[in-house]
Structures are given as C-alpha cells and as structure tokens.
C-alpha cells in the first residue's frame, strides 16, 4: 500500500499532466480514471482554477492584441463545441429512451444471456435497413408514380396476398407497373426524370447499405482482434467472464450449474490434451468426415438440380394449366428444404467426431450456408437467363412475384416452426421423454434464415419496390413471435457461446457472399439484360444502363453541365483510374500488413521479457532472504552491504516488469 | 447515465433519501437495501460489488458510489475502467493481488458447491499457470488487464443494464 507522500505525489503528477490538454482530452483523461465521483470532480475543479489563474497570468503579463484575439477565438470554438457535444448527449439520452423494445431486450438478456441477445440484436439492426429502404425508396420512386397512376381494372380475391400476382400485378408493387415517362409538373414546371430515379434510388440504397455494413464490420473487427498466437482455449475466460447482466433467479441458478459442467469438460478436456490417437482411430476419423462432407455436398447439388428442374417444368405446366394456386409449389418445395436439409446436417454430429466443440459449430455453418446460397444462386440463373430470355410480356414483374412469393412461403414456415414445431418439442421434452428436456436457441440457424431472406430482398428490391415494406414487416411480426415462443419452451444455453466472434462472423458472411451475390446479379441484369417492351421505367430500351449513356448525352449538350461529364468519361468509364486506385488500395493494404506483424513480433517479444523478469525477481527476492538470515545470525556487516544491493537490483527489476506490462497491452 | 439514475436510488430508500438532492446530504443507503435491487439480487458477487463501490467498503453507499457504480457497469465506460474494477471486485481480501484465497472464493461463488473442494483447487492452479504472466504465484493488476484483453466477450459480459 503507497503512503500518503506517494498518493500525493502521484495526484500532483497527474494534475501536472491533465492541465495542458484541451479540456475534451482532459475530461476523456479525468473519466478514464478509476476513481471515485467526488475525486473526478475535485480534479475537474482544480484543473480548471490552474488553467483559468494560468490565463490571468497570461493576461496581465501584457501579451500582444492578437494572441488575446486568439485565446478568444479558441474560447468560442471551444464553447461550441461545449455546446454540440451537450445537444449530442442530450439527443442520444432521446434516442435511446425511443429506442424500440429496449424493455424486452433486457428481459430477455436478463432470462438468456447474452449469446441469444445477440440474434434479436441483430434482427432489430436488419430492421433499421429495411426502414431505411423503404423510406427512401418509397419516396423517391413510389410517390411520383402515385401521381401519375393508371386506373387498377383487374380483380381483386384474396388468393393474392398469397401469390402476388393478379391484381397486385397492376399496382405500385412491382416494376412492371411503373412509368417510363418523365412526369411534368404544371406544364413547364419541374421534371422528374422516373428511369433516373428509378436507377439512382437503388443504387443510393445499395449504397448505403454497402458503407454500413463495411463500417460495421470494422468495428467488430476492431473490438474483437485477438492475437493467435497467445489465444488460449483457457479457463480463466470462464472464471473471470462471468454474465453480469443475468438478472433472473432461475437463470442465475441454471448459469451457475452449467457453468461447473463447462469447467468440468474443460478440466477433462486439459488433461485428456496430452492423450494421442493411433493410427487407425485417426483413419477412421478422417474417412467420417470425408464421408460426410461428401453426402452434405451430394444434397445440396441434388436439392440444387430438383429446384431447377421443377422450375423449369413448373412454367410449362403453368402455361397449359391456369390454376392461380401452382405458382406456390416452388417455394413450398425451396422452404422445405430449408427446413429438412438444416437439421439432416445436424445428425451427422452422431456420426462425426470433433477434437474441438468450436470445429463442429464451423462446420455445421459452413455446411448451411453453401445449401442456402447455392439455392439462392441457381434461382437467380433461372430467373437471369431463362425468364428474363423467354421473352416474357413482363418478366421483372414475373420475377419480383417469385421473390414475393418465396419470402411470404419463408415467413409462413418460421411462423408454423415455432406455434409448432419447437410446443410440440416442448410437450414431448416435458411429458414424454422427460430426459431430453427443453431445448436450446439454436443461434446460428436463425441467424442464417434472416441473413437469406435479406438476401432476397436486397435482389427483390429492384424488381419490386415495395419489398422492404413487406420485410420490415415481417421482420416485426417475427420478433415477438420468437420472443413469445423464447420464453415458452426454451432454456438458457448450456455453453458459453462466444457472442461477439459469431457477430463478427454473420456480418461478414452477410457482406462476402450474400450482399457482393446480390450486387453481381442486379450489375448483371442491368448490363446484359433487356428489359421488357411493353412495361417499366425502361421499356424500349435495349439495354437498362442505356437510360444513363442518354442521360450523359443530353448533359454533354448542356453547358453547365459538362463536369458531370467529365467526370463520368474520365474517372468512372476509365479503366486507367481504377488500376491507379486499385494499386494505392493494394500498396496501402500490405504496408499495414507488414506492420501488423511487426506488432505480432514484438508482442511475443515483450512477453518473453516479462516472464524473464519474473524470473529474476524471484532469484533476487531468494537471494534477499538467505542474506537476511545470514545477517541475522552472522551480524557482520558485510553482508549488509551485499543486502543493500540486492534490494537496489530488485527495485530496479520491479520498476522494469510494471513498464514492460504496461507497454505490453499498448503494442 | 440516464436521468432515471438519482430516481431510482430515491427509490430504494424513500423515507431515507429526499428528492430534492441539491442540498447534498450526506445520506447512505444500507447495503440490505442495495443488495435488493432488481439488477443486483440475483448476482452472487452482490456483495463485492457493493463493498467496492463504496466510500469506506462496507457496502454502504451515498449517490455518488451509486452514480459511479453504474457507469462503471455501462455499456460507455472504457475497457480498462472495467478490468480495474473487476479486479477489485474478484480481490476479496483487498490486498492488491488475486491469489489463490481469493480464486477459491471467486470459484466457489460462480458454481455454487458443485464443484468439489480438488476440483476447486485444479482450477485455481490452471488459472494461476495461464494467467500469471510473471510466475510469483498470484495475478496483479497487469496479468488480470492482458488476460481480458483475450477475452473480447468481458465488455459486454461486466455490465449492468438500467
């Protein structure tokens, strides 16, 4: 324990510090501190009384006029910037007294953890994108249709919310229903250009989405960088790591005693580390696996081949059959196998043996998401090279119908899952076969069900406007569907499921492949497609980019306008800007590359030098207390001498340890 | 922190704590009552946090160690802020170091005798021999902030929703 002198000192050092920073340094220096409110106060106050008698001194030592103006205007900068950091606290205290289900979300955090938070986390943040997408394009494209609306003449039954076609096939939901015109306003007014913004709404919405999910991504990144070679499978995580933010008695109580059987299992699994395979068992293992890679593989190409065939089939029997009900047999057949194939992949567990628990999560999601991307990829050939080709009267509207109908086949299925599927698991885990008991959130299965209906509507977008609308939503319905069927027939998990990885993980795999897939198709339908003749924004044109090429060319008529132009012909349609650019990104990425490992070098470096230190401070302390008994029974002061030595080396090599600890964490 | 902080400490103790605070008494609600709130009942380091938090470690606290204990367990503070205090909190005996004494009582409180007493003891020895960067046998304050800092869940795990 430091005596009062030292406290003193070490107060008066970091006042010494704190009083040249700008005062937003000081009050992020002053919170970062851990000390108690009445301290943080106490050194806020004297900081300002040193820096306020430190300007007084200035004043009266009779500077020049214009340092006086400057110190005036760094006051009123730093007013004003006292003032928008107030408005932005007070404005986020708003925001997040407004902030949707914050109630729940902490209920059902207290209940479960953090681990099932997360998926309902990420549901609320997939809904603010859906949001967005709807505001902007419903303003921008829907709201200037509706004024130039046609009259609807078709009839309406029930059967199209369902199906989508019918009578919602001549309304603002789908393309094929929108104006190519340009829509004047009182004769001489302004335009409104409606292939521009049909093109330049998407896109601004791709866009966005695009920067937010990259910023996202960063930041995940960013808090969850851990260096691979000192991570550890440890125990200590488990001890020192414990949920906080449990609430729930019942939960409490379950946490704790799935917590002695993790560290159980953990024990098992550190002393069984040392235990080798023989040659056979490892045979045996590794045929297991390959045995089932290949089946998981063969079932997704075949559930591949079935989609397609019954697509192609389905159209020619629709054609020779009229019945409004058959178009559904496609996404009843998608769902499924959405349904089925998931949980087939979870049996192999029986068969396959994992050395780490972590490999067989991994592999079971990376089984999930090449069945769900490779039904999601054989659907957009379909659609990209059979019906937009077949010459259709209006294929967009035919293929934002089937998105329609695939998303609503989807929601109804998750919906039956849970009434269903997860009561009836309940009944027969608490009435029949009492030693199963409840089940678990499976976290990563509806993780990959949400990120592949966005899929969908990332690529509906554009062939149906209104598609965010019906996925904000479904996304709400949902919600309190999982929530209420949460509460009612799941228990907490049994393992620590590492939140902030998985996080990171789903939304890099919702950036690389779902949003890069949806990009590669809507480029390829907007480069080499034609779009229909007779509906749309861009009828009659041979291609839909050729609305831009006419758009440049009237501005290159127009004088004022010429920089557009330029910059389209130069920057965007060269291919020398994006080499030069692709080579700066590419010289960039590797100069960081090379210091990161520089980092890694030096990180294991300093912690070798801890632990020698360590090392030396135990040798010193040994030898430190032979010399004390020595002199204690010798009483010869030779020996004083030597001990004064050893004592000066040990308060050297303690003074050193607590710097290179210090520096440890900073690399 | 929200405005709903000095309320629901006047909450806590109403005939105790007036509503208009701007005199600053210097009132101190018992610990019973702390050790009730909805947050902390359940928390089976209730005690620890509250013996931490306030002035003289008895678990007694004025607005101040109640304004200082929730915004060291939310979501804004810093990462080192929290390890600091998690360390405090798991130092049972207030001497500055987490040793083997205190890793007992830490693990006993999170499995709640399941464990037997070698069962215990094993753990307690695999956490020193991963943790102990400098090998004297207990984990100062700098083991403990380089152990979180592999551990990416700690930030959201050490906090305390309002």
């Not at chain 1, 986020?92 to 902030?99: A, F, I, Q, T």
């Not at chain 1, 967009?396 to 599927?421: C, H, K, N, P, W």
């Not at chain 1, 040990?650 to 050193?656: F, K, P």
């Not at chain 2, 019973?32 to 089976?44: A, C, Q, R, V």
Request: charged fraction near 20%; aromatic fraction near 12%; hydrophobic fraction near 45%.
């Amino acid at each position: 324990m430091l005596s009062d002198d030292q406290v003193n000192e070490i107060i008066i050092e970091l006042i010494a510090s704190l009083i040249p920073m700008t005062s937003r340094d000081r009050i992020k220096a002053i919170r970062s501190q851990p000390r108690t409110m009445e301290e943080k106060r106490n050194l806020k106050w004297i900081c300002q009384q040193a820096k306020s008698r430190k300007m007084v001194d200035k004043e009266k030592s009779k500077q020049s006029r214009r340092m006086l103006e400057l110190n005036c205007c760094a006051q009123c900068l730093n007013s004003i910037s006292r003032v928008y950091r107030r408005s932005k606290n007070s404005l986020s205290e708003l925001l997040d007294s407004v902030s949707l289900w914050q109630k729940t979300l902490k209920v059902i955090g207290g209940k479960f953890g953090t681990s099932v938070l997360s998926y309902f986390n990420f549901l609320k943040w997939l809904l603010k994108f859906n949001i967005f997408s709807f505001i902007v394009t419903f303003s921008f494209i829907t709201i200037p249709q509706f004024t130039v609306a046609e009259k609807n003449t078709l009839q309406f039954t029930g059967l199209e919310f369902f199906t989508g076609a019918g009578y919602f096939g001549n309304t603002v939901m789908y393309y094929g229903f929108y104006t190519n015109s340009t829509i004047r306003h009182r004769n001489g007014g302004a335009s409104y250009n409606m292939q521009l913004a049909y093109l330049f709404t998407i896109g601004a919405c791709l866009i966005v989405c695009f920067f937010s999910l990259l910023y996202s991504m960063a930041r995940y990144f960013r808090n969850n960088f851990i260096n691979p070679h000192i991570y550890s499978r440890g125990i200590a995580k488990l001890i020192f790591c414990w949920d906080f933010t449990i609430t729930h008695e019942t939960a409490v109580k379950l946490k704790q005693k799935n917590l002695s059987t993790e560290i159980r299992e953990n024990l098992s699994e550190i002393l069984q580390e040392n235990v080798k395979l023989t040659l056979s068992q490892q045979l045996i293992r590794f045929s297991a696996h390959l045995a089932a890679w290949v089946v998981s593989t063969g079932v997704a190409v075949a559930c591949c081949v079935a989609v397609y065939y019954l697509a192609e089939n389905n159209s020619e029997f629709l054609k020779n059959h009229k019945d409004p009900g058959a178009v559904l047999l496609l996404p009843f057949l998608v769902s499924c196998i959405n349904l089925a194939v998931p949980r087939l992949y979870s049996m192999f567990r029986l068969v396959e043996r994992y050395e780490m628990p972590r490999h067989e999560v991994y592999t079971l999601l990376i089984r999930n998401i090449f069945l769900k991307i490779s039904i999601i990829g054989i659907l957009c050939y379909y659609w990209l090279n059979i019906v937009a080709q077949a010459g259709e009267e209006c294929w967009e509207t035919l293929i934002g119908q089937e998105i329609y109908r695939l998303l609503l086949m989807d929601f109804v299925f998750s919906l039956a899952d849970s009434f269903l599927g997860e009561f009836l698991r309940r009944l027969i885990g608490m009435q029949f076969m009492t030693s199963l008991g409840l089940q678990e959130f499976d976290i990563a299965r509806n993780v990959l069900e949400l990120i592949y209906a966005q899929t969908l509507v990332w690529i509906g977008t554009f062939f149906c406007p209104l598609l965010p609308f019906i996925q904000m939503i479904t996304l709400f319905i949902m919600f309190y569907v999982k929530n209420i069927s949460l509460m009612m027939n799941f228990q907490p998990p049994s393992k620590a499921w590492r939140a902030s990885q998985m996080m990171t993980f789903f939304i890099l795999l919702l950036f690389f492949p779902s949003f890069t897939g949806v990009l590669c198709t809507l480029a390829i339908t907007i480069w080499r497609l034609q779009p229909s003749a007779d509906c749309g924004p861009f009828r009659g044109l041979p291609f839909f980019i050729h609305s831009i090429y006419g758009w440049i060319d009237t501005l290159s008529k127009r004088p004022s306008s010429l920089w557009v132009v330029w910059i389209y012909r130069n920057l965007i349609g060269s291919v020398h800007f994006f080499f030069i650019l692709t080579l700066i990104v590419l010289i960039i990425t590797y100069l960081y590359w090379q210091i990161t490992e520089g980092r890694k070098i030096m990180i294991r470096l300093l912690h070798e030098q801890i632990i020698n230190e360590g090392k030396d401070k135990m040798f010193l302390i040994e030898k430190l207390t032979k010399l004390q008994d020595a002199e204690k029974r010798g009483n010869t002061s030779s020996f004083t001498l030597e001990r004064r030595d050893v004592e000066v080396r040990l308060e050297v090599a303690l003074g050193s340890s607590r710097s290179v600890q210090e520096e440890n964490p900073k690399a | 922190m929200t405005l709903g902080d000095p309320r629901s400490f006047c909450d806590l103790a109403p005939q105790l704590v007036p509503l208009d605070y701007t005199s600053c008494p210097d009132v101190k609600v018992p610990y019973e009552l702390i050790g009730s709130m909805p947050e902390l009942k359940d928390n089976p380091f209730r005690q620890r946090i509250a013996q931490v938090f306030s002035e003289d470690g008895d678990g007694h606290m004025t607005l101040d160690n109640f304004l200082d204990m929730f915004s060291v367990m939310s979501e804004m503070a810093p990462r080192d802020l929290k390890a600091y205090y998690a360390f405090k909190i798991y130092d049972f005996n207030n001497d500055g170091y987490i040793c083997a004494w205190d890793l007992e009582q830490t693990v006993t409180k999170l499995t709640r005798g399941e464990l037997s007493a070698e069962e215990v003891s094993l753990v307690c020895e695999k956490v020193l021999d991963e943790a102990d960067g400098d090998h004297d046998g207990r984990l100062s304050l700098e083991d403990f902030q380089n152990m979180i800092l592999r551990a990416p869940d700690f930030l959201s795990t050490f906090h305390i929703r309002i």
